[in-house]
Every structure is written in C-alpha cells, then in structure tokens.
C-alpha cells in the first residue's frame, strides 16, 4: 500500500475548504482510489477535516486567499498537512489539553490526538505560516 508522493492542493480560505478536502480524500483513498477500509478512511476524513476547519476558523489566508492541503499515502499510513498563514501569538500543542466541556466546539484537536499516531505544529516567524500535520495508521 502506498504510493508515498504528495498531494498538495490550495484550498479557498472558507467554509467549503473541509468539505472539499474530504472530497479530495475520499477520491484518493476511498473504493475508486486506493481503497482504504471504511474505519481508516473515516478516520483520515475527521483528522484532515479538523486540521481544515481549524485553519479556516484560526488561520488567516495566504496571499492568493488560500490554505494549503497536502496529504499522501505512505506503506500503511496517511500523513495529512495544512499549512496557512498566521500573524497571532502563535499555537501550543498543549491547546488540545484546555477546552470546556460545556462548549459548543473546542474538542477537534483531542480527536485528532486520539486517531492520530502523532501529530505536530510548526510555525516559522519569518514566513509566518503555521503547518499542522498528523499521521494515521491506515493498515
């Protein structure tokens, strides 16, 4: 399993990027692309719609309006990466760890925790982008 190069798409910076990037997941690695199970393709479209959604939610626009989404199959894993453009504080990892339990929303990075096998940020102030990645087992 696993082709191991990256896909790599610019999303509009809005609302449709989630369902767009599901879309393009669920071509790639769904019963028409590399037939993930059911489970694991479930899994890979939380992951990447939440990494999707956050950028959206928290991240602010390239110059071309766009965040961009990379993922590839790797032996039996899935890497997903969103990459947008930052001009806040920043992001801690620990983030995922403080959330209200009597939100509406806030626990997208603790499912992300949990499905993921790891998961990492990095931001570089001399760009100033934020890269979000995650890695799933898939096999």
């Known amino acids: 399993m696993g082709d191991q190069s ?3 798409v610019d999303l509009p910076h809005g609302r449709d990027a989630g369902p767009q990037a599901r879309g393009l997941l669920r071509a790639a690695l769904g019963p028409d692309g590399a037939a993930l199970p059911d489970h ?3 899994d890979v479209l939380i992951v990447a719609g939440e990494l999707v959604e956050n950028a959206v939610d928290h991240g602010e626009p390239s110059a ?3 965040i ?8 039996a894993r899935v890497e997903v990466c969103v990459v947008d453009s930052t001009s806040g504080p920043g992001f801690s990892h620990e983030a995922r760890d403080i959330f209200d339990l009597d939100s509406a929303r806030g626990r997208g990075l603790m499912m992300v925790d949990v499905i993921s096998e790891r998961w990492a940020v ?5 760009s100033g982008t934020t890269a979000v990645s995650a890695v799933l087992s898939v096999g």
């Not at 961009?68 to 032996?75: I, M």
């Not at 990095?122 to 001399?126: A, G, N, R, S, V």
């Open 6 to 8: 990256w896909h790599s």
């Open 40 to 42: 694991a393709l479930a």
């Open 64 to 66: 071309l309006g766009a």
């Open 68 to 75: 961009q989404f990379s993922w590839r199959l790797h032996g």
């Open 122 to 126: 990095e931001q570089d102030p001399t």
